[in-house]
């Protein structure tokens, strides 16, 4: 079966992208001026961040 990929998205999945990235860094902003923490990817692996966050506070004095 040859089947063919793709590298770009089509302008509909383009814009899908575009609203979906939008939403999450309203989101992020959002958490972040309440002060919530956001649980993130950072080279495969998940990444808390902010202020509240689990584990955060460990090392302060």
Known sequence: ???KQKTTP???GQRQLEMLLQAVG???EKKRRLGHYAVTWRDGKPVVLGDDA???NDNAP
């Open 54 to 56: 689990p584990g955060a």
């Open 26 to 28: 309203k989101t992020l």
């Open 1 to 3: 079966m040859n089947t």
């Open 10 to 12: 089509s302008p509909e």
